[in-house]
């Protein structure tokens, strides 16, 4: 009975020890990610960029001004992605769920408050002045 037992158990963990196996997931090295983010100038473009670097694990950073779409190539043994949005933030750039706090926002530029249309419509010429 007690070797009924003890076999029964040895069976139950190699099959809980599998299943766990299973459920894990390999970070791969060079994940290719990309996502949008607020910005409208090419001030906006360092600044996000920088972000993006400066976390540990982001090999490479562009961030597109007319698309608001970032690209990266991230170590995701090293950092997740959710780091990388919320650094973003951090430098007043809004990212998916990631909203930059006010004091964040209000740091950027004055040219850089994508939040504001009337600047917005400023970077895309809706605002110049009409030449008599």
């Given amino acids: 009975m007690k070797k009924a037992i003890f076999i029964f158990s040895l069976i139950f963990i190699g099959f809980s020890a ?10 791969k090295k060079n994940t290719k990610v990309a996502f949008k983010v607020d910005g409208i100038c090419g001030m906006c473009k360092k600044r996000i960029e920088i ?18 779409q970032i690209n990266l190539i991230l170590d ?9 949005k919320q650094n973003i933030a951090n430098v007043g750039h809004d990212v998916e769920n990631f ?16 939040r ?12 110049k002045k009409k030449k008599n």
């Avoid at 972000?51 to 608001?68: C, E, P, Q, S």
């Fill in 51 to 68: 972000a993006a670097l400066k976390t540990k694990g982001v090999k490479f950073a562009i961030w597109d001004v007319k698309t608001h």
């Fill in 18 to 27: 599998q299943a766990q196996e299973m459920k894990t997931v390999k970070k």
């Fill in 76 to 84: 995701e043994r090293k950092a997740s992605l959710n780091t990388v």
């Fill in 99 to 114: 909203i930059a706090t006010d004091k964040a926002y209000n740091s950027v530029h004055p040219c850089c408050k994508y």
């Fill in 116 to 127: 504001d249309s009337n600047i917005v419509l400023d970077h895309e010429g809706g605002l």
